[in-house]
């Protein structure tokens, strides 16, 4: 799209603002707009995502929490703009700070995602039929992928020459199967502790938590943007795609993450059940098994050398999250013991 229709494609928007832009520069499904009144970000969404996106805002809003960029309302009270069959949603241009330490960015960005479950929390009926039937297609898949591991296992033994990728996966067989063991049994604890229950615990979630998507205003006050694939669920939806993010690539050991999780736990704890479920996610070596899965279905057709590359990153990730899970289990059992201890003095 041309830079004048651009503008006069905005200026059409912005007119339910009562705003005259004389420039805009068009970043992707941004429009940072310039005006006489100020610098400000126009940003489009899918109309189906619309709805909801304004009814978890104005739920957030009307609980007290403003750490949400704020979103402005038209002259008649609305919070989107419909134009051309494309929502819009105008807010204050807030610019990436470069200089701020990493970390303490990062911890603030917790501190700010557990206010915002613990503002929304509430508990709801579960039905437990579902409960179950949830738990045993689960355990299910994870007996399947157990099974697929213990065969090809068996199957690359067998041969007299292993592949570069069968000779990695044999070298990594044990690990593999130590996390889907530790999975299949927080499963279990999960479900063994939760099938009398008749209540869960839901948020608004993010939807979309990132890094870039907790931005700081010139005060120094953090707030989330991209909040358009908000929606009801555990904490744990938040939680989980933010670390598969932020744990893949070469092995370290993220205790600046650990770090961070126990800033969102000191202000909004997840409960035992929570946390099992949360464990068996985590833990869960899906994406590796997924990939030998792959190479041994495409037979003839596969690039061995990409998925030797494939299978090595899902392994680094695969020791990543071990180092989490087992940090976090090994936090909590001396937090159990302490608390024994204190109990019998």
């Known amino acids: ?23 805009v520069e068009v970043l992707g499904n941004v429009q940072k707009v310039y005006s006489k009144n100020g610098v400000y970000a ?24 403003n750490r949400i960029v704020p979103i402005y309302p038209t002259l008649d009270g609305r ?25 303490e960015s990062q911890q603030q960005l917790f501190r700010e ?19 179950t039937i949830h738990y045993e297609k689960t355990k299910a898949e994870l007996e399947q992928e157990e099974e697929f591991l213990d065969e090809y296992l068996e199957a690359c033994e067998r041969k007299i020459y292993m592949s570069p990728f069968e000779l990695m996966f044999c070298m ?16 279990t604890e999960w479900y063994e502790g939760t099938k009398e229950k008749e209540k869960a615990r ?16 010139e005060k120094g006050y953090g ?12 904490p744990t939806h938040d939680l989980l795609p933010f670390l598969a993010r932020s744990l893949k690539g070469y092995l370290k050991q993220p205790d600046e993450l650990v770090d961070s999780l126990y800033m969102y736990f000191k202000y909004f704890p997840l ?14 070596p899906g994406n590796l098994i997924k990939t030998a899965q792959r190479f041994f279905q495409e037979g003839k057709n596969r690039n061995e050398r990409k998925a030797v590359q494939k299978l090595q990153r899902e392994y680094w990730y695969l020791k990543n999250t071990e180092y989490i899970v087992f940090r976090i289990d090994e936090i909590e059992k001396q937090k159990k013991q302490e608390e024994a201890a204190q109990q019998n003095q």
């Open 42 to 65: 126009l940003k489009k969404i899918n109309p189906q995502h619309g709805m909801d996106f304004i009814r978890h805002v104005q739920t957030l809003y009307q609980k007290g929490y």
């Open 172 to 187: 990594y067989y044990h690990t593999v199967k130590q996390a889907l063991f530790f999975s299949k049994q927080k499963l």
């Open 113 to 131: 995602l557990a206010r915002l479950h613990s503002i929304s929390a509430r508990e709801i009926k579960v039905n437990q039929e579902e409960r």
């Open 271 to 284: 409960k035992e059940d929570e946390m099992q479920l949360f464990f068996s996610y985590l833990a869960h």
């Open 202 to 217: 839901i948020v608004i979630v993010h939807g979309k938590m990132a890094r870039d998507h907790f931005l700081f205003d």
């Open 79 to 103: 919070y989107a703009v419909l134009y051309e069959n494309t929502l819009y949603y105008l807010m204050p241009w807030l610019s990436k700070e470069e200089k701020r330490d990493p970390f």
């Open 1 to 23: 799209m041309r830079e004048s229709d651009s503008l006069k494609k905005a200026a059409q928007i912005l007119r339910s603002y009562r705003i005259e832009p004389y420039f």
């Open 223 to 234: 707030y989330f943007i991209n909040f358009e694939e908000a929606n009801i669920g555990s």
